[in-house]
T-cell receptor
Framework: NAGVTQTPKFQVLKTGQSMTLQCAQD?????MSWYRQDPGMGLRLIHY???????DQGEVPNGYNVSRSTTEDFPLRLLSAAPSQTSVYFC?????????????FGSGTQLSVL | AQSVAQPEDQVNVAEGNPLTVKCTYS??????LFWYVQYPNRGLQFLLK??????LVKGSYGFEAEFNKSQTSFHLKKPSALVSDSALYFC??????????????FGQGTTLQVKP
């Protein structure tokens, strides 16, 4: 049982480049979310999804897109990377029917935008 | 607006001593409160939660947390710290009036350093 898997673990981009951070979970969780972690600011919600085909914005959605075509996958797309997007990104999932606030996190993607 | 504050960036304790990591919150309605821990180069892991009931909540790895409604606080505690408890600790909250979609508001985190 792998839990929540994020790829890549590290990435360096140049300003203006685009990329997709991958997230997959094998727990059949309905809810999935993306957070960014910055020093002194904790975790901030970027986008979340309550099920396949349904996504919504979180606290800091600008510059990011998401889609949820399957229950398992929730990729995060950076459209045109900016230095302000340098951060550690975490994907999380939880069950709608069992302890919805018990989030299971991936191990993170450390992104640097030069 | 919902918010969580962790007033200490870092807490230092000696192994075997009791530890406290502080958290205060502001929410609409009754609070649902949580503690998560992050070990180096890992994702966050759930420690414990308070929804309702007894003000002292017990969680994983010997940790407990005390809910105080009048002080709007939810401090994490452990009677005897271990070096292996050294990690980054996050307090999180959801208000009962907020939608139940798994979204949490996280504090900025407190680094716990336990020295031998």
């Amino acid at each position: 049982n792998a839990g929540v898997t994020q790829t890549p673990k590290f990435q360096v981009l140049k300003t203006g480049q685009s990329m997709t951070l991958q997230c997959a979970q094998d727990m059949n969780h309905e809810y999935m979310s993306w957070y960014r972690q910055d020093p002194g600011m904790g975790l901030r919600l970027i986008h979340y999804s309550v099920g396949a085909g349904i996504t919504d914005q979180g606290e800091v959605p600008n510059g990011y897109n998401v889609s949820r075509s399957t229950t398992e996958d929730f990729p995060l797309r950076l459209l045109s990377a900016a230095p302000s997007q340098t951060s550690v990104y975490f994907c999380a999932s939880s069950s709608r029917t069992r302890d919805v606030e018990k989030l299971f996190f991936g191990s993170g993607t450390q992104l640097s935008v030069l | 607006a919902q918010s969580v504050a962790q007033p200490e960036d870092q807490v230092n304790v000696a192994e075997g001593n009791p530890l406290t990591v502080k958290c205060t919150y502001s929410v609409s309605g009754n609070p649902y409160l949580f503690w998560y821990v992050q070990y180096p180069n890992r994702g966050l892991q759930f420690l414990l939660k308070y929804i309702t009931g007894d003000n002292l909540v017990k969680g994983s790895y010997g940790f407990e947390a005390e809910f105080n409604k009048s002080q709007t606080s939810f401090h994490l505690k452990k009677p005897s710290a271990l070096v292996s408890d050294s990690a980054l600790y996050f307090c999180a909250v959801r208000g009962s009036l907020a939608s139940n979609t798994g979204k949490l508001i996280f504090g900025q985190g407190t680094t716990l350093q336990v020295k031998p």
